[in-house]
């Protein structure tokens, strides 16, 4: 019963389909961990959406920003961008409100204990372990899920708070988390977040470094699988595996068994020039 991880997908069905039939993946046996942003800027979003959904328990798929960029246009308080957004055929299929309700209750994290194994989308701040990752995750998974989510999601967007207090309520903690599991990439040596460089390692301005990189890193000793970073490609190190390997961008759609530690991928057609 392999188990294999596998990055961004944003809409680009067909090549998950080459790529799943290229590892020859059994659903029946087989199990396969999304790094979420399963939609947007590709071309068959609705597609993607409803076959993770199908794949039932055999399918793990955490929730990446483009996927909370979706709930938030569904949920009236967030708006398309006419220049990149490709949420138009999720947002008039007949079963729209369906696809949503599975999309609002995927996790911002996946751990699994018996692997020392962690799923997700973008990074972690250096002060968390894994535990309290969990636990902060719960809280807006918890949020989204429940009655007031639609609230959450419109206060969801800003770049502030940018350094982790256990002290930090209401929507600036959520806001926190939320920026941590679905966008971060770099950190100040005083685990301060940014969340504006978007280049790969040595292009970041003086004073960041990847958030994986900082050397008191608390999550160090688990192994954490996250997608989010195309221009980081496939990157192994620290204990941290990056899958965004750009198919999005005519790069690649990659994946990593688990059980044996094996890469495959598969060269993917331009579908959008970044920017």
Excluded at 49 to 62: C, I, P, Q, Y
Aim: charge should be neutral.
């Amino acid at each position: 019963m392999p188990t294999y991880a596998i990055g961004d997908i944003q809409g680009c069905f067909d090549q998950l389909q080459q790529l799943l039939e290229r590892i020859e993946f059994d659903p029946g046996k087989d199990e396969i961990w999304f790094t979420g942003d399963l939609v947007n800027r590709g071309p068959k979003s609705l597609e993607t959406v409803r076959f993770v959904k199908r794949l039932g328990k055999s399918a793990v798929t955490v929730l990446g920003n483009h996927d909370l960029h979706l709930m938030a246009v569904d949920a009236g308080v967030g708006k398309l961008n006419s220049g990149s957004d490709t949420l138009a055929d999720i947002l008039a299929a007949p079963d729209r409100e369906e696809l949503m309700l599975w999309l609002r209750g995927r996790p911002l994290i996946h751990h699994d204990a018996k692997r020392n194994a962690a799923l997700l989308h973008a990074g972690l701040p250096p002060q968390w372990e894994i535990s309290q990752a969990i636990r902060c995750a719960r809280e807006v998974e918890t949020t989204l899920r429940g009655p007031n989510y639609r609230d959450f999601l419109r206060q969801m967007y800003g770049n502030k708070p940018d350094r982790w207090h256990p002290d930090l309520q209401g929507w600036e903690r959520l806001r926190f988390i939320t920026n941590c599991f679905t966008r971060m990439r770099y950190c100040r040596p005083d685990g301060r977040i940014d969340l504006r460089a978007k280049g790969r390692p040595g292009t970041q301005p003086d004073g960041l470094l990847p958030w994986f990189e900082l050397p008191d890193r608390k999550s160090r000793d688990t192994l954490i699988l996250f997608g989010h970073w195309s221009t980081l490609g496939f990157h192994q190190t620290d204990n941290i595996c990056a899958l965004d390997t750009g198919c999005l961008w005519g790069g690649r759609l990659t994946t990593l068994c688990l059980d044996d530690s094996s890469v495959h991928a598969i060269p993917c057609p331009t579908w959008r020039n970044p920017g």
